[in-house]
């Protein structure tokens, strides 16, 4: 009987949940809703005819690599791609520090593997990305929380929550998930200097960060700290000694389909990694990796990024001003300088998951805010909306739908607060 | 500084090593190496013509949705099809009973993150696949383990081990990896009825059931668990409420390099592995689960094992001969009925661990058999010899070697036991 199975979970399993945006994605695959939900890019700038001519020269050239077993940290040339790119923001990185993961979420998962003894604290930013919780979740971790504002994590409420010595930081420096908001410069500086003092090191995921549609680039908090080490005479080894894992993906630049992550660690880090991944999945798809290379080997990546940048910076544009003609009063939402998601805050008498139903009646879908929070009672009155799926005529569209909704909810109070 | 993090990885960490595979295929790539040392399929049988149309189909139809997050359970025509090939080998699932995974590596690591606390005895066989180790050492797990002989796990000696309470019996029932054993029907239906008196539930791990090259077929656990239930009036709802996970793959039958494999369960126990997958990749690659489909969809999958068996089935005869002319007297080894390995063992004064420098200079190479023992100070005098991946006049040649090195080797008691 599968009740044989269930009183076998392992404990620390009573906190595994199901992802909310994954089971709102079902919902809302109805062709006349129009999904806010999702962290899903737009299909329409999917490198279709290039994937395709770079799969058959992949499989032509190279059939019984790319359909064999491949080695556990990845494929070179892509390893290698990967530096290169990477120099351009700043981070200093050899093929040895990076790992090849099936996603960015399987990087998290690698690192909740490595690190996460049940009951260890981690510190996060209130709110962060709800996969994380999810990842790390699975291995019992607990959560202490420093509130983001409009420049990101609130630095100044960062040293009372590093006493608590969680194992980590998790920070989102650039157009967080789900805030839509950008780490000051000053405050990344911060962020360093309090991971050197107390001894307690960051993971910096950072998905986004070649979408940016206003503004000029920061510094990622891997090359600060850096150069923190560097002036401290901490480090005489070059980059990849220091305190911060750094995670990039594929996903939003190129196709997350592929399921192609990457993680930049020191040496010694990475091969404890490699070890976890090992017994994770052996290897990422070795044909994704090489398919991927194909595709991005030539330049391509610059070209094909400045489209997405493009046409996700219009569709910004096109939601930050229908929030303004069309949601009700007493509501705000964040200003994002990239990314993929705004975050936005509903009068304080709404609770955005009580609501969540009537707004899908409305043909209109969006992730409640609490999902986002290690503590889940908190953030009622928030919303994450995505602007990368929908095209333009939508997004003005379902704006309008949920401000009227909002409205509705207001004039009606139909959505009281479910914690009172 | 990268110590910085060492100090802080999860305690039962201590115990995970690198796989002794892995690495030793990367000493092994040098092309004068005949190595029977990794579980690489033949890649002169990879489908690759049949995978590059396919790859064209994939992205020429579907490009949006093969290159977009896909759902987590997996691409629902692949589940379909799966049900419908494992229902000739007497298992009844619907897809709502399938997960696909990222490779069968990864069943093995949710099985893990599903069930096992630190400190929970899981029962193995002796020996086992070293992966499966490897994915459960990293939740903490413990072993209590049962030797196989010939006819597979030793059903006599099993009685004992499950009254030390493990959480689930591992078991490899078809040309078992490493020992090339297939478990006899009489010896399922004891481990069914054991498993059942003793409430304890079973994983299946079938990789090579569908490379058979002599015999016949032997219905699988899970069906055969399935029966049990129901003649005992316990399940009144289908085969798919049982007391097996079973765990299949595309691995051994298309490419591994794909990375698919899947897994069959109660519902409620895939909607549990369901959220375990979500923290850990999200799901696994949606072009390479369609890419799959479209290759296998029209009856193509038959077709393609009956040449892969042809041609391991050959490879398995020859490396059998060449075993009888080279191998020194004090030698034994199994003579499997399909898979891709057979298991050997050499005189007890010989260290295979200790002989492996050796062997590589003399240009081939095994997998110790230590590493496919929960308790790594037995089995120091055998090997895992594959015969899937070397083309037949290397595994004449790469035997000979091997033979002719031991021979050296008793003669010259050149490799004493490292266990005195």
């Known amino acids: 009987m599968a009740t044989l199975w269930k009183s076998r979970y392992a404990q620390r399993n009573q906190r595994m949940s199901r992802s909310v945006i994954r089971e709102l994605l079902k919902l809302t695959t109805q062709p006349d809703v129009i999904s806010f939900a999702g962290g899903l890019p737009a299909p329409e700038v999917f490198p279709t005819e290039r994937c395709q001519e770079a799969a058959c020269t992949v499989l032509q050239n190279a059939g019984s690599m790319a359909l064999q077993y491949g080695p556990t940290e990845g494929y070179l040339p892509l390893r290698q791609f990967i530096c290169n790119q990477m120099a351009r923001y700043g981070i200093s990185a050899q093929p040895s520090n990076v790992l090849i993961t099936t996603g960015s979420q399987q990087a998290l998962d690698l690192i909740g593997k490595l690190l996460a003894n049940a009951g260890d604290l981690i510190l996060v930013e209130e709110p962060t990305y709800l996969g994380a919780l999810q990842a790390w979740n699975a291995y019992g971790a607990e959560y202490v929380s420093v509130p983001i504002d409009d420049d990101g994590l609130r630095t100044d409420l960062l040293e009372d929550a590093?006493?608590?010595?969680?194992?980590?930081?998790?920070?989102?420096?650039?157009?967080?998930?789900?805030?839509?908001?950008?780490?000051?410069?000053?405050r990344r500086l911060e962020v360093v200097h309090l991971s050197n003092k107390y001894g307690i090191p960051i993971v910096e995921d950072d998905p986004y960060g070649a979408l940016r549609y206003a503004g000029?680039?920061?510094?990622?908090?891997?090359?600060?700290?850096?150069?923190?080490?560097?002036?401290?005479?901490?480090?005489?080894?070059?980059?990849?000694?220091?305190?911060?894992?750094?995670?990039?993906?594929?996903?939003?630049?190129?196709?997350?389909g592929l399921r192609l992550g990457w993680m930049v660690a020191p040496v010694e880090v990475i091969d404890q990694l490699i070890m976890g991944k090992q017994g994770t999945d052996l290897h990422t798809s070795t044909f994704d990796q090489m398919l991927a290379y194909e595709v991005v080997k030539d330049g391509f990546l610059e070209q094909h990024v400045r489209t997405i940048r493009r046409v996700y910076g219009e569709r910004r544009n096109v939601m930050l001003q229908a929030l303004e003609t069309h949601f009700?009063?007493?509501?705000?939402?964040?200003?994002?300088?990239?990314?993929?998601?705004l975050w936005a805050r509903v009068p304080e008498e709404i609770d955005t998951t009580t609501l969540l139903p009537l707004a899908?009646?409305?043909?209109?879908?969006?992730?409640?805010?609490?999902?986002?929070?290690?503590?889940?009672?908190?953030?009622?009155?928030?919303?994450?909306l995505n602007f990368s799926n929908a095209q333009p005529q939508q997004i003005e569209e379902g704006i309008c739908r949920l401000g009227r909704m909002l409205k509705e909810a207001i004039a009606k109070r139909l959505a009281l607060p479910a914690t009172g």
């Not at 560097?230 to 995670?247: D, F, P, Q, R, T």
Request: negative net charge; hydrophobic residues 35%.
């Open 162 to 186: 590093l006493r608590q010595g969680p194992k980590f930081m998790y920070v989102l420096p650039n157009f967080q998930n789900p805030g839509g908001t950008t780490l000051a410069l000053e």
């Open 216 to 256: 000029d680039h920061v510094q990622p908090l891997v090359a600060l700290d850096a150069d923190y080490q560097h002036s401290a005479g901490l480090n005489g080894h070059g980059y990849m000694e220091g305190n911060v894992i750094y995670l990039g993906t594929f996903s939003k630049t190129l196709a997350p």
């Open 328 to 341: 009700p009063e007493g509501c705000s939402w964040t200003h994002p300088d990239g990314g993929l998601f």
């Open 360 to 384: 899908v009646e409305h043909k209109v879908a969006y992730v409640p805010g609490t999902a986002f929070f290690a503590d889940p009672t908190r953030g009622h009155n928030t919303m994450r």
